[in-house]
């Protein structure tokens, strides 16, 4: 899966990955785990993830080769991110012999992207979340239940969030030349609502790999 923060890869790949019994591996998910957790990975990414810049290639490699250990039907959802990882994932197919099915491009303006990711709040006592255009709290910047402060994600707030859209565009877009070659690009819409976003993936993956799915 490969788009922009914001462009919906992750709701996406949850849905796919019920529907299809496959895994899908998140390499954000997989370093917040890390992080979590105090691993020496997290606390090295840790620095990367909060100001909106990729974390080092070798130390993402090396992750995705250990979570593909044993798989063989998987989602990628934000891996490959650099021409290097991308070519690290050709070679890590070609040694375990899996092909490349389908790369889905999610297709959305900046702007509309900005406005998206900016817009969630959360309470860090509950966890509970809101998001200030789709669903607002009463009164802007407090919990409607305990009527403590909401707060924005470090990574979710404006300066971070144009950060990590110029970090796509500069360091992630040149994939879409990668793959153009390949034939492999299924564009859709990630200004869709959910449920068409999902068909239109589905369709796009039969179009290229026939039944399979
Ligand atoms: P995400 O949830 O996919 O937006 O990822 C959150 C953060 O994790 C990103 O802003 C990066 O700092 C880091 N990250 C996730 N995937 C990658 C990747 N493939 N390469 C480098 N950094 C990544």
């Excluded at 130390?59 to 490959?80: Q, R």
């Excluded at 994932?89 to 998206?116: C, Q, Y």
């Excluded at 403590?148 to 360091?171: K, M, S």
């Amino acid at each position: 899966m490969l788009g922009a923060p914001g462009a919906g890869k992750g709701t996406q790949a949850q849905i796919l990955e019920k529907r299809f019994d496959v895994w899908q591996i998140s390499t954000g998910d997989l370093l917040r785990m890390h992080r979590h957790e105090g691993t020496p990975l997290g606390l090295q990414a840790s620095e990367y993830m909060d100001r909106g810049e990729l974390v080092p290639d070798s130390l993402i490699i090396a992750m995705v080769e250990t979570a593909l250990g044993g798989v063989e039907d998987f989602i990628l959802d934000g891996f490959p991110r650099t021409v290097a990882q991308a070519q690290a994932l050709d070679a890590l197919l070609d040694r375990l012999g899996l092909p490349l099915d389908a790369v889905i491009l999610f297709e959305a303006t900046p702007e509309a992207l900005f406005s998206r990711l900016t817009a969630r709040w959360v309470n860090p006592r509950s966890g509970r979340s809101y998001n200030s255009i789709t669903r607002p709290p009463l009164v802007a910047g407090v919990d409607d239940e305990d009527g403590g402060p909401l707060e924005q994600r470090i990574d979710d707030q404006p300066d971070t969030v144009r950060n990590r859209l110029a970090v796509y565009e500069r360091q992630t877009t040149p994939l879409i030349e990668y793959y153009r070659e390949t034939g492999k690009i299924v564009a859709i819409d990630a200004l869709a609502d959910v449920v068409s976003m999902t068909e239109s993936i589905v369709d796009g993956i039969r179009s290229k790999v026939g039944s399979v799915l």
